[in-house]
Every structure is written in C-alpha cells, then in structure tokens.
Nanobody, 120 residues
Framework: QVQLVESGGGLVQAGGSLRLSCAASGSIFSINFMGWYRQAPGKQRELVATITSGGSTNYADSVKGRFTISRDTAKNTVNLQMDSLKPEDTAVYYC??????????????WGQGTLVTVSS
C-alpha cells in the first residue's frame, strides 16, 4: 500500500504565505502524477495545481502567479508554495498522487487533508 502524510497547513493573514508538503511512502515503483486539490465549506473539491513525472505543471486560474507546485522525485514529495494568500483560499487542501506500485499496478491515493485558513 501507499501512504501520504501532509503537513504545513494553518492560519495565516491575508497576503501571507504557507508551504504545504506531502510525502509518499510504501510500495512505490514510480509516481506518474502529483497534485493538490482543495475543498472549501459547502463547495466541491477543485483542482489547485498538478505536476507530472516530466515536470509539467498546471494551475487553476484562481491561483496562477501566487502558488507554485514542485516535487522532489528522490524523496517522493510534492510541495505547494502559497503566496499572497486570500480569504477565498481558505479550504482543506488534499494531496493526490497516482503511482505505479512494485507489483506494477496503478494506484490513486488521496491524503487526509490539511486545513488552510486565511483571515482578512
């Protein structure tokens, strides 16, 4: 199996910064896809940013220019640097990865979520 451990959420004032990290462990042969999603109260979960094994990134329009996703392939981690935070960024942020296990099967895994609260 594969486990994800997220860290870095918390309370920050508008205009501030936070850095989220997600570390994957377990039966991982390779990681094809890593990303961050978020879900605000009363809303559906939405994509924030993704990064492929080749390093290609994709961002939601609402976070472009403010958030940066990165990955450390050797450590099986994905990070989300969040700058110029706004109250509307308040949400539970979820790490999501797609891996190929040592058994050569594809597995999609979600983290437990970390709360980011941006005060005005």
């Amino acid at each position: 199996q594969v486990q994800l451990v997220e860290s870095g959420g918390g309370l920050v004032q508008a205009g501030g910064s936070l850095r989220l990290s997600c570390a994957a462990s377990g039966s991982i042969f390779s990681i094809n896809f890593m990303g961050w999603y978020r879900q605000a109260p009363g809303k559906q979960r939405e994509l924030v940013a993704t990064i492929t094994s080749g390093g290609s990134t994709n961002y939601a329009d609402s976070v472009k220019g403010r958030f940066t996703i990165s990955r450390d392939t050797a450590k099986n981690t994905v990070n989300l640097q969040m700058d110029s935070l706004k109250p509307e960024d308040t949400a539970v942020y979820y790490c999501h990865i797609v891996v190929i296990t040592h058994a050569r099967s594809h597995l999609a895994v979600w983290g437990q979520g970390t709360l980011v609260t941006v005060s005005s």
